[in-house]
């Protein structure tokens, strides 16, 4: 079945640096969606992409879809504390109607102040 | 602003009991979303429900049963609690369509002892 897969699994930055996760799809998406979790929260939508090759920034925050629209990027710029939690990228689920996502793994960030 | 709901945040029952979690949304979304996720293992489909009275499977039913009797409303059941269900349960609702994206309450805190 379809596989969505994100890297690293954790990523340890000092306040300050930047952080970049990556999403990559077995299977080409319609779109892919990003989504916070923050520690003993629950996942909240940040964005969604749609366009082969699409940039949307949101702050610090830069998310990119790739040209085969089969992985995305999430970039955070110069990390603060607040940044801290899991960040998890979506797809929807191939042979499945498009309300179905399959999620990655996830990246847990720590900011270390 | 969308508001999903769950009955608790923490639940403890014992092994061989009936649970029932139960997830109500207020945005008149035909989508709803039982999840579990554990450490390492990511966000986890358990069913779903696309319309009133209409389920399907995610990718690890077994040892659940769900039921959508109103639009708002969808609930989650074990039949017969067991340890390897101890876990966070996580509901999410959407709108059909292109759009997608998903809400998720604020989950509960299962175990079963």
Not at chain 1, 64 to 82: D, M, P, R, V
């Amino acid at each position: 079945g379809q596989q969505v897969m994100q890297i690293p699994q954790y990523q340890h930055v000092q306040e300050g640096e930047d952080f970049t996760t990556y999403c990559n799809s077995s299977t080409t998406l319609s779109n892919i969606q990003w989504y916070k979790q923050r520690p003993g929260g629950h996942p909240v939508f940040l964005i969604q992409l749609v366009k082969s090759g699409e940039v949307k920034k949101q702050k610090r925050l830069t998310f990119q879809f790739g040209e085969a629209k089969k992985n995305s990027s999430l970039h955070i710029t110069a990390t603060q504390t607040t940044d801290v939690g899991t960040y998890f990228c979506a797809g929807p689920s191939s042979g499945a109607g498009s309300y179905q996502l399959t999620f990655g793994k996830g990246t847990k960030l720590s900011v270390i102040p | 602003d969308v508001k999903v709901t769950q009955s608790s945040r923490y639940l403890v029952k014992r092994t061989g009991e009936k649970v029932f979690l139960e997830c109500v949304q207020d945005m008149d979304h035909e989508n709803m979303f039982w999840y579990r996720q554990d450490p390492g293992l990511g966000l986890r489909l358990i069913y779903f429900s696309y319309d009133v009275k209409m389920k399907e499977k995610g990718d690890i039913p077994e040892g659940y049963s769900v039921s959508r009797e109103k639009k708002e409303r969808f609930s989650l059941i074990l039949e017969s609690a067991s340890t390897n269900q101890t876990s966070m349960y996580l509901c999410a609702s959407s709108f059909s369509g292109y759009r997608g994206e998903q809400y998720f309450g604020p989950g509960t805190r299962l175990t079963v002892t």
